[in-house]
């Protein structure tokens, strides 16, 4: 199955929003609205993108105690999110509060879980005092999340098929995707669209290579062809 492509709106305010949104009609169906846009526009900001009819992945990483994830993850949900993230290493309870508050809605969001940020090299988390590879985290992390009640889990393209050999049938959000020849800009563990089809990623989230495109629509368009490509070749 094709991923989904899902733009991130790397932008500080709606009207930049707006203009690439509106670029990428009929092609892009999902945008990522981080802390970048949320700090500056809020709420708003999810409104905008839900009038469109448009899908929503408020990517914000929660990190907090359970009572407060629970409370933002229902603030979310009443925005319109369709997905949302929490860090795994805000532990289980925090996974279980959130689950709590989203069975009150009738089409509740997909908790994601962040593991191990894509931009981290093994020698910083060593210097963290985690001494183990972002891989090995990565599984561990995720397999706690997911038993805790989280839908999926954010991970590189690398790292798709050791999840799905620990947590069968994961739902996997992939980030640092870059089209070959782009440059990777602060990521560290980055992939190809036909990487991550090959790999079976449910969603991937590119930014900057379309955002910052002089033709954003026409960027949009190569990555889903590439992507459709790939999966030609593997059948």
Not at 5 to 21: H, K, Q
Not at 112 to 130: C, M
Not at 188 to 214: E, S
Request: glycine share 6%; hydrophobic share 50%; aromatic share 4%.
């Amino acid at each position: 199955m094709l991923p989904q492509l899902c733009v991130a709106l790397d932008v500080s305010d709606i009207m930049e929003m707006v203009d690439v949104v509106e670029r990428l009609r009929g092609v892009v169906r999902m945008f990522k609205v981080g802390s970048q846009l949320f700090c500056s526009c809020g709420p708003g900001a999810v409104y905008a993108l839900r009038s469109r009819g448009l899908e929503v992945f408020v990517d914000l990483k929660l990190h907090d105690i359970p009572s407060v994830v629970e409370e933002a993850a229902s603030r979310l949900a009443a925005c319109g999110a369709n997905m949302l993230t929490i860090h795994a290493t805000a532990g289980p309870d925090a996974f279980v509060a959130a689950k709590r508050a989203l069975s009150r809605f009738p089409d509740p969001p997909k908790i994601i879980a962040v593991t191990v940020l894509t931009t981290l090299k093994h020698e910083t988390l060593k210097a963290l005092k985690l001494n183990q590879t972002p891989q090995k985290l990565t599984v561990e992390w995720a397999k706690l999340a997911v038993e805790a009640g989280a839908d999926g889990v954010v991970a590189s393209v690398s790292d798709v098929a050791r999840l799905r050999k620990t947590i069968p049938d994961v739902f996997v959000v992939c980030p640092g995707i870059r089209p070959a020849g782009t440059e990777a800009h602060d990521q560290v563990r980055v992939a190809t669209p036909a990487d991550a089809a090959k790999a079976a990623a449910n969603v991937v989230v590119v930014g900057r290579p379309i955002v910052r495109a002089q033709n954003p629509r026409s960027a949009a368009q190569n990555i889903l062809d590439e992507m459709r490509s790939a999966l030609e070749e593997t059948f």
